[in-house]
């Protein structure tokens, strides 16, 4: 299984970004998909999640509302729209599968990692 993740940058407070993670490897149809962040200084956190299938979707206290993730079947790519960014989001974005069809932000029960994408928010 492969993860990769893009479309990180630096931008304004304010302003919008979409990450994007491609996935590859083998059918993902029964798989969760999610977003997690670690900012410098500070341990990994659960950001968003999503079914396979599009039907359910868990979003962090902290996102909700600004972040919106989705997902693409037919390009097997799963993305984070990401609006009204903060100087708190700064940090490295990293998505990630888990095979338990289950919506979770517990990121232990996650099994496949991509590499991260950084983001920084300037204020």
């Known amino acids: 299984v492969q993860l990769q993740a893009s479309g990180g940058g630096l931008v304004q407070a304010g302003g919008s970004l979409r990450l994007s993670c491609a996935a590859s490897?083998?059918?993902?149809?029964?798989?969760?998909m999610g977003w997690f962040r670690q900012a410098p200084g500070k341990e990994r956190e659960f950001v968003a999640a999503i079914m396979w299938s599009g039907r359910s979707t868990y979003y962090a206290a902290s996102v909700k509302g600004r972040f919106t993730i989705s997902i693409d079947n037919a390009k097997n790519t799963v993305y984070l729209q990401m609006n009204s960014l903060k100087p708190e989001d700064t940090a490295v974005y990293y998505c990630?599968?888990?095979?338990?069809?289950?919506?979770?932000?517990?990121?232990?029960?996650?099994?496949?990692w991509g590499q991260g994408t950084q983001v920084t928010v300037s204020s």
């Open positions: 990630a599968a888990d095979k338990n069809p289950v919506v979770t932000g517990n990121q232990r029960s996650y099994d496949y």
């Open positions: 490897g083998r059918t993902f149809s029964s798989y969760v």
